[in-house]
Each structure stands twice: as C-alpha cells, then as structure tokens.
C-alpha cells in the first residue's frame, strides 16, 4: 500500500472579495490546516475581505495582483507566482473558478514540479469572452481532475473536456451542523432571506411578492453589498411599504443565531450554483422555499423539505411562503428532514471526499506508471 502523499495543498482564488464560493474556501482550507495539511490560500489580486478571514482561522495567505491593467505589474506578479510553486512544491494545486484556473495553469506549465493541477467550478463555468473561453477549455484538459460542485456544472463541464471525462467529480459544498436546531413552531414566525444585494438574487421580485401578502409574519434580509446595492434595497423596502416587517441586516460576518431564530428560509435567486446559505439554513433545521434553478433541487426536494416552485413562477412562491408562514406543523417536519438532509453535506465528509480523490489520482498519475 502507498503511503499518504498528500502533505501540501494550496488553494486558489482570483478574488479577495467574500461570496459564497470564497467562504467555502476559507472554512476548507481550515478544515484540511486541522487535519495537518500544510495549506495555503493565493488570492490573485490585492488583499480584501478574505484575507481577514483567513487570518482569523489562521491560514497563510499571498497576494498576488495578476488581474491588473498595469502590465509589468501583471507579468512580475506572475513571475512571483511561478516562484513560489517552483520553490514551494505543493502537492495540490486547487484553483477556484475559471479566471483563477486560467492563472494557476499558466504557471503549472511552466513549474513542471511533482503537483496535482485542480480545477473547482462552482455556479458556472461560462466566461462569455470568446478568447478567455477557449484559454478555459485548454485549461480544463491541462488539469488533473475537474472538481463540480453541483450536477449541472459537471454536465457542463463534460461536455467541454476532450480529451476524458472521467477527470470530472462532483464533490459537494460542506456545512458545518451547529448544535442548536431553530425552532420552527414559534408564531408568528420570521422568513429569513439569506443573500449577496446583486440583481440576480431576486430581491426586487420577492419585495413585489410580500408586496401582496398579509400574514403577519416578519422578514429579514442578510447579505453583503456596496453602499449604492444595499441602498437600492432601502428604497424599494420603502417604495413597497414593508419598512415594518422587513429588517435590513447588512455585512455580518456570522448570521447562525438569525437562521437559529428564525422559522424558515425563503431564497428568490434566479441563478444559482449551490447554495451555501440553503446549507446552513438546512444545517439548522429551517424549512427552505427556493425558486428550481441552478443545484437547488439537489438540496431542497418538493413536500419534503420545503418548496420549489418554477423559475419565476411568483403565485406558487407566494403560495409556499403563505403555507410556510401559517402552518407551525409543517414548518417543524420540514425542518427536521432539512436537519438529516444536511448531515449528507457536512464538512467532514466533504473534505474526506477531497482528500481521498486527491490521494488516489496523485498515486495513480505520479506512482502507478
């Protein structure tokens, strides 16, 4: 039997701005550091959000501004960047995404050192520029192993690799299951809408819903945004009229004990990858209403669960949210089965998931010959 060859692993990400796909890289990266993994997390641009909290969980960090108009800038962090996987050598290179697949590829060419070349795709691999596309695609075939978060995306994906697909895994997002469970039976409840201030989020269409409705229940909004996304929100909170049942509650770092207090979970985006904040909601034992795009349907299963009405179909979503908001029973079984669903999705297996695939093919590509 091989011994463990995995001892370093570096993840990388083109942003230091905090989404969902960085969050999940940063308590990864945590959790490989807890097992014993030598880790650390290139951010290709200047420091950010991120790099706060990955020196909270402790975690190495180099900045790296690559994606910057300046060119001798953009060639000299490069070079940087180079440098430090040749001197450095880890044996896992994991990038995030597609414009730090590109970045991380480029330099893997070049190092030509004993490491796995991994690319993760999390929400879409659609770059949309024409040349950036095709400079993916060629790095996706250069990878080792491609890494999807959701079924959709491996579809995808699949269907761009060449030369193999069974380069293409699907590993999930990983939650952390917190002792406490929300109660659900509590009335009136509170619907909590955990999500980034951007358009494709959905706000302005679940406000027109609300719009309509007399329940009597309470609302409240969590998300990160610029002062103009989180201000546009303000104005059609008021426009709306609904300044007394929707709390606005912005840049908070941890929103467990508003999911612990709240009675279910309501997402109105119109995209989506796979959800962390469904996870977590999940994880805390809250029934979710969520429109049927992206991996949604690979969380949260119609009756069982919560709802998943159609892509903008707004009377059945306004349907949900009133059976949801009226019914105590029903927001606790729903609960319950979120709570086992999401045991599925912990961090633990996630991350044992990653390992164990790492493992096999770096034996299989550097040993096995």
Same mark, same amino acid.
Request: hydrophobic residues 40%.
């Given at each position: 039997m091989v011994p463990e060859q995995i001892k370093?692993?570096?993840? =990388?990400?083109? /942003? *230091?701005?905090?989404?969902?796909?960085?969050?999940?890289?940063?308590?990864?990266?945590?959790?490989?550091?807890?097992?014993?993994?030598?880790?650390?997390?290139?951010?290709?641009?200047?420091?950010?959000?991120?790099?706060?909290?990955?020196?909270?969980?402790?975690?190495?960090?180099?900045?790296?501004?690559?994606?910057?108009?300046? $060119?001798?800038?953009?060639?000299?962090?490069?070079?940087?960047? !180079? #440098? &430090?996987?040749?001197?450095?050598? $880890?044996?896992? &290179? %994991?990038? !995030?995404?597609?414009?730090? @697949?590109?970045?991380?590829?480029?330099?893997?060419t !070049?190092?030509?050192?004993?490491? +796995?070349?991994?690319?993760?795709?999390?929400?879409?691999?659609?770059? #949309?520029?024409?040349?950036?596309?095709? @400079? !993916?695609?060629?790095?996706?075939?250069?990878?080792?192993? =491609?890494?999807?978060?959701?079924?959709?995306?491996?579809?995808?994906?699949?269907? #761009?690799?060449?030369?193999?697909?069974?380069?293409?895994?699907?590993? %999930?997002?990983? @939650?952390?299951? *917190?002792?406490?469970?929300?109660?659900?039976?509590?009335? *009136?409840?509170q619907g909590i809408v955990v999500a980034n201030f951007v358009p494709d989020k959905g706000y302005e269409n679940l406000l027109e819903v609300l719009a309509q409705m007399n329940n009597g229940c309470k609302y409240v909004f969590c998300g990160n945004g610029s002062d103009a996304q989180i201000n546009a929100i303000r104005a059609l909170i008021n426009s709306f009229n609904l300044q007394n049942i929707v709390d606005l509650k912005v840049n908070l770092f941890n929103i467990e004990e508003l999911i612990l207090s709240s009675q279910f979970a309501i997402h109105p985006s119109m995209k989506e990858g796979l959800s962390n904040a469904i996870l977590e909601e999940m994880a805390c034992g809250l029934p979710v209403i969520a429109f049927d795009v992206?991996?949604? /349907?690979?969380?949260? @299963?119609?009756? +069982?669960?919560g709802f998943l009405p159609a892509k903008y179909n707004n009377e059945k979503f306004r349907e949900a949210i009133h059976e949801l908001s009226s019914n105590s029973e029903l927001r606790a079984r729903f609960g319950n089965n979120s709570r086992e669903i999401a045991h599925k999705f912990s961090f633990k297996i996630s991350v044992t998931n990653h390992l164990d695939l790492f493992e096999k093919t770096f034996n299989q590509k550097f040993y096995d010959s």
């Open positions: 370093s692993i570096y993840l =990388v990400v083109a /942003s *230091p701005k905090i989404g969902g796909t960085e969050l999940q890289l940063a308590k990864m990266a945590s959790e490989l550091q807890r097992r014993g993994k030598t880790t650390k997390v290139i951010i290709l641009k200047s420091r950010g959000p991120l790099n706060t909290i990955l020196e909270r969980y402790q975690i190495e960090t180099e900045n790296f501004d690559i994606f910057t108009l300046n $060119p001798i800038v953009l060639i000299l962090n490069f070079i940087k960047y !180079f #440098r &430090l996987i040749k001197n450095e050598k $880890p044996n896992v &290179l %994991y990038s !995030f995404l597609p414009h730090a @697949v590109i970045a991380s590829a480029i330099v893997y !070049f190092s030509k050192e004993k490491t +796995l070349l991994i690319a993760g795709i999390r929400g879409t691999a659609r770059t #949309r520029h024409p040349i950036i596309e095709s @400079v !993916f695609n060629s790095s996706l075939e250069k990878s080792d192993l =491609v890494i999807c978060n959701t079924k959709l995306i491996a579809q995808e994906i699949q269907g #761009r690799l060449i030369a193999t697909k069974n380069k293409c895994h699907i590993i %999930y997002n990983g @939650v952390y299951i *917190p002792d406490k469970i929300a109660n659900c039976l509590k009335m *009136p409840p992206g991996g949604n /349907s690979e969380l949260v @299963v119609e009756g +069982l669960n």
